[in-house]
């Protein structure tokens, strides 16, 4: 009985610890996440008034940009409910995403791949290796799966109440 180890005394392994409730965020973490949250809703955010010009552009009118953002904005309502369903497990009949194999960032990768030049507007935070700091990007490994679409679900609405919320200041 001298070898047997208590229930108190055994250590938890950080993957379990990671994904249970009682573990709040560390500070350096929850910045981390804002930061998460910010990106991804100035992307929606940008998507949605970019559509909405081309769209009031492609009319010559102001009201059709207006109806635009309107519509944008309820749409991303939309996809942050549909997402906080898939996260509740409200929706039974939607499988499950599939897991992505863990890849390798690519200035630690062994036999580097030569990659085909893009314009600067379609690289990511992750092209320019060299310009990475710890305030432009946010590692999301450090986030559980159901943080990080807890994240999505905030930013999705955010983004789609702030453009519902741009269609009613703007002047017709």
Known sequence: MDTAVSLRDRKIPDEI??????TPMTADEKKKYRLVLLRRTFSYLSVGLVLSA???GLYGDRMHFIWALCASGAVLIAM??????????????????????EEVPYSLRKEKEKKRHKPAF???????EDDLTPYTT??????????LSYALVISRIAA???L???SFVIPQ
């Open 80 to 101: 942050g409910w549909w997402e906080y369903l898939r996260v509740t497990d409200s929706l039974s009949f939607i499988g499950r995403k599939k897991q992505k194999k």
């Open 17 to 22: 610890k990671k994904e249970s409730k009682d």
């Open 54 to 56: 081309v769209i009031g």
């Open 164 to 166: 519902f919320a741009a």
């Open 122 to 128: 379609m690289q990511r935070a992750e092209d320019f």
């Open 138 to 147: 946010a590692d999301t490994d450090l986030f559980t799966e159901k943080q």
């Open 160 to 162: 789609g109440v702030l």
